[in-house]
Structure formats: structure tokens, C-alpha cells
């Protein structure tokens, strides 16, 4: 494991006295507990958040001229959040769960301090007159915001290169994608510039980035995390996702973010579990004795990788050896999950995606021309070509004549995979799977055939269609050292069952960690 000290430069007397060394994990090795250790550190006044800010956006500017995570870094407003913790601490008030962490958004989160464009020439400029419910709860919990992370535009996408504005590089070799639709989110925390951050998971956007830039990905269940504020593309499986180094991490975050919201219909009433302390050794230990671990036999088919094959196998050998019982379950399925998703996801994004016409929402062209010209011109210069042919792909799946065929079809699929994950978790506890096929592919590899950058997802994309919780975590790097990952799947609203086995195997994989 590698790490850097910054050393930052005390700004008054009063913090002379403090430990100015902030450890900031180079690339993807980084320390255990960056979230949980910071927010420690800070409350018990060891660090200054802004030290630790300051720090934070050094480090954006040494590394994110190479990985062009950030589409905007919002230095002014994070200093200022900075000095907000900070000056809150001296006045003897207590500190919040995530005290002082530098923490990235996916720029398809509204923030009213910062641009917000789901990386969409459409909404470039667009500063939202309201923050998403995820933004006010990690700063009421004392998170220090330092930026807007890139994306595939509107999150369609697995490798960032659909961004309206430029491509993001994988943090450890710049020839390559960090996946996506979140690929700024999970490079930023694998190149040390966030402690976490925030990301959208509708079809695998936050699992298949983490897998290939080596961090964490969670994916919480639908509805457990509010979207009041998330730029909506499919609705019945967007969800807001969490990237970070390690899994007591995500549940931190996740502790902040979760929970009931009067401003999302959708939102679960379910109240946020105490997540983190069930991530005590003793209680992971316990769990993972005996831990029913469901291996798909679908998921282990045609077009995986053997590198990632075995390091999935390997990980699975170990849990057996830990105690954890392995059974063999099926999705039967499974394989017309893309297919469906492709179907349903299209369909939500082509009525979503109404709303940017010029008029109500968007950047305005060809108003000379009159209303229609208007709506074409500004339609047709806003959305990059991916995003078109996902509205065209959802309109002719929705128009009349082909919605039975198509819609209605793929929405029973939807139910019966949903059943095939129903039955499989009465014999597991948890599923296990690869997130990706591969390791990180290259930049414009896949970008001339859209069937194949669907494909990145295949082994994600199910759990959304079925709503379920699911986290990829990092389980060894191929012959190049590129990361590969491990997705663990579980029951709705099973997060505190399905983080403690993401636990357990982290601290079997990784026990530094
Ligand atoms: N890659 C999938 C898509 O393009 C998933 C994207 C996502 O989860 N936002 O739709």
C-alpha cells in the first residue's frame, strides 16, 4: 500500500497545535477507513476540516488534469463548508457522522452551488435552484462537497466517453475507461481526490466503475435512498449509489443518506438501520459462519473473462474455507435481463427526457423558426447521439402497435426475474457474481458498437430490474494490474445482512482493510 503525507500549513495559532499530515491514499491502494477515520479525526480535533479540504483539492489539481474526473470543482463553496465544521467544533457543538470528508457528487445531482448538467450540452450552465435531499443530508452530517464528477450523459452509458464534454481516464492507466455511467465519482475516489462519492445506478453505473477503477460500489435497494433532486432517466431503477475505499465506508455514508423522504414518492418509509455497527469483527465474523453464499451457475457462463473468472472462484474458495456454506442457485431468467432493460430503461428515459425541449428545460435553439423548428434544433443540438437513440429506441417501444410487443412484454420478464431472485434468495443469504465481464476496457473500444458497451452491464443490470441491493468490492487485477470486482446481491432492504458479507469478504480479500 502506497501513501502520500500532505502536509498542510497551519492558518492560525489555535491550529498550530493540531496534526496537519493528512494521508492520502495514491491510486487505488488506498488505506483502510478514509471516511470513518477523517470524520474521527476531525471530530476529536486531530485534523481541521480545512486542512483536510485544502488537502482534497490539492490533490484535484495534481491528479485530475490526467483523469478529468471533475466537471466542476467547487473549491470556494467547500472552503467555506470547511470553515463551517470547523467553527462549529470551537463552539463546543457535536460533530456530525461524516465531520470534515471530502465527498464528489455525480453531476446528475442538483446542487444550487454548483452547475448541475448530467454531463448534457443541454443543461451546460444549468445551476438548480434547489440541492437533492442527498446533498443537504451529507452536508447537515458536516460533508465537506468538493465537486461534480463526470458522467455518460443523462447516466447512459458504462464508460464515461458519452459525457457532452470530455471523457474521464482510468485512474491507473489513462488509455482506458473507469467505466461508467459514474466513472467520474469512481475515479476521483480510486486517484484519492474524494474520500467518497456519490453516484446513480440504474442499470450497474455505480457496481461496473467501482469494479474496474478498484473501489467500492453499493447500490442500495429502490427507494431506500430518496432521488428528490437526481436527474431522472429511468425511474423504476434509478437509484442513488455510494463509491468508496472500503465497506464500513459506504455504510457510513449510507447511514447519512438513507432513510424516509417526504419530497420522493418512492421513497421507502423504511428508517436507515445502524448500518456501521454491524460491521463490528465479532459480528461479520458471526455472520460469514454459515453464510449461505448462492452462486448462479448463469452468471458464470459464455463471455466472462477467465482472469476474472478465477479471481471470482478464488474469492468464493476462500468464503468456503472462512465457514461460509456455497450453494449453487439459478436465474434462469437472467439472460433476457439486457434485453428487458433495454426495453424498460429506453422507454422511462424517452418520456424523462421530454421535459428538455427548449422550452420547459434545456438550452434553447432555432426559435426563429417557429415551435416545432425550435423543438428539433434545440432537442437535436442538446442530447449527443447515445441519448437519441435511447429516445428513439423508448418511443418506438411505447407507440401504439408496438407496446404490447415490446413494453408489456419486457415488464413481464421484469416479474418473472424478479421471482427467479425471489427463489434463489430462500436458498441463499446472498448471491454471489463477477460485476463486469472484463477489466476496464480501452478508450473508444466499444464506443462503435453500442450492443457490446450494453453488454459491460450484464451482470448488473438484473438487480435493478428486480430492485435489490447489491455492492461490488475489489477481488485482485488481471496481468496488467487493472482491478477486478466481486458483486455481492441481497434481499430488499437487506443492507445491513448484505454489508456485513460484503465486510466479511473485504477483510478476507484485503485484511488491512
Ligand atoms: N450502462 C447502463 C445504461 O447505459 C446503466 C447505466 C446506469 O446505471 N445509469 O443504461
Not at 467553527?87 to 460533530?95: H, Q, T
Not at 421513497?267 to 454491524?278: G, I, K, M, N, V
Not at 466481486?486 to 456485513?500: D, N, V
Request: overall charge neutral; aromatic content about 6%.
Amino acid at each position: 500500500m502506497v501513501s502520500v503525507a500532505v502536509v498542510v500549513p497551519g492558518t492560525s495559532e489555535r491550529n498550530a497545535s493540531c496534526r496537519r499530515v493528512v494521508i492520502i491514499p495514491v491510486d487505488v491502494q488506498a488505506p483502510s477507513a478514509r471516511v470513518t477515520e477523517i470524520a474521527r479525526a476531525v471530530a476529536s480535533r486531530q485534523l481541521r476540516a480545512a486542512d483536510v479540504c485544502r488537502a482534497a483539492l490539492g490533490r484535484i489539481e495534481q491528479r485530475d488534469p490526467g483523469v478529468r474526473a471533475f466537471l466542476h470543482v467547487s473549491e470556494a463553496h467547500a472552503l467555506a463548508r470547511a470553515a463551517q465544521v470547523d467553527a462549529a467544533l470551537d463552539a463546543g457543538r457535536a460533530a456530525g457522522p461524516l465531520a470534515g470528508v471530502p465527498i464528489a457528487i455525480k453531476d446528475n445531482l442538483c446542487t444550487r452551488f454548483a452547475p448541475t448538467t448530467a454531463a448534457s450540452r443541454a443543461l451546460d450552465g444549468f445551476v438548480p435552484p434547489y440541492d437533492a435531499t442527498v446533498v443537504v443530508r451529507l452536508e447537515a452530517a458536516g460533508a465537506v462537497i468538493v465537486g461534480k464528477t463526470n458522467l455518460d450523459e443523462f447516466a447512459m452509458g458504462s464508460s464515461t466517453e458519452n459525457s457532452g464534454f470530455f471523457p474521464t481516464h482510468h485512474p491507473l492507466d489513462a488509455g482506458r475507461v473507469p467505466g461508467g455511467s459514474s466513472g467520474g465519482s469512481a475515479a476521483a475516489v480510486a486517484s484519492g481526490m474524494a474520500a467518497a462519492a456519490l453516484g446513480s445506478d440504474t442499470g450497474g453505473s455505480v457496481r461496473q466503475p467501482a469494479a474496474f477503477c478498484g473501489c467500492v460500489g453499493l447500490k442500495p435497494t429502490y427507494g431506500r435512498v430518496s432521488r428528490y433532486g437526481l436527474i431522472a432517466y429511468g425511474s423504476s431503477l434509478d437509484q442513488v449509489g455510494i463509491l468508496a475505499t472500503n465497506v464500513p465506508d459506504a455504510a457510513r455514508v449510507l447511514e447519512v443518506i438513507a432513510g424516509p423522504d417526504p419530497r420522493d414518492a418512492t421513497c421507502s418509509h423504511h428508517r436507515p438501520e445502524a448500518f456501521s455497527a454491524a460491521l463490528e469483527d465479532d459480528l461479520v465474523a458471526r455472520r460469514m459462519e454459515g453464510l449461505r453464499v448462492g452462486v448462479p451457475r448463469e452468471y458464470f457462463g459464455d463471455g466472462l473473462s477467465e482472469v476474472v473468472r478465477r479471481s471470482v472462484d478464488a474469492a468464493i474458495a476462500k468464503a468456503r474455507r472462512a465457514g461460509a456454506r456455497v450453494v449453487d442457485v439459478s436465474l434462469p431468467r437472467a439472460r433476457h435481463s439486457v434485453a428487458a432493460y433495454y426495453v424498460i430503461a429506453t422507454a422511462e428515459a424517452s418520456s424523462n427526457l421530454a421535459r428538455y425541449d427548449g422550452v420547459h428545460y434545456g438550452a434553447r435553439r432555432g426559435a426563429a423558426g417557429g415551435i416545432e423548428a425550435l423543438y428539433c434544433e434545440s432537442r437535436g443540438a442538446g442530447f449527443g447521439s447515445e441519448v437519441q437513440r435511447r429516445i428513439m429506441l423508448g418511443t418506438f417501444a411505447l407507440s401504439a402497435g408496438y407496446y404490447d410487443a415490446y413494453y408489456a412484454k419486457a415488464l413481464r420478464v421484469r416479474r418473472l426475474l424478479r421471482d427467479d431472485f425471489t427463489t434463489a434468495l430462500r436458498e441463499a443469504d446472498v448471491l454471489i457474481s463477477p460485476t463486469t465481464p472484463t477489466t476496464a476496457f480501452r478508450l473508444g473500444e466499444k464506443l462503435s458498437d453500442p450492443l457490446s458497451m450494453y453488454l459491460a452491464d450484464v451482470y448488473t443490470i438484473a438487480v435493478n430490474l428486480a430492485g435489490l441491493p447489491a455492492i461490488s468490492i475489489p477481488c485482485g487485477v488481471d496481468e496488467a494490474g487493472l482491478p477486478i470486482g466481486l458483486q455481492l446481491i441481497g434481499p430488499a432492504m437487506g443492507e445491513s445482512l448484505l454489508l456485513q458479507a460484503a465486510r466479511g469478504f473485504e477483510r478476507m480479500l484485503a485484511p488491512t482493510l
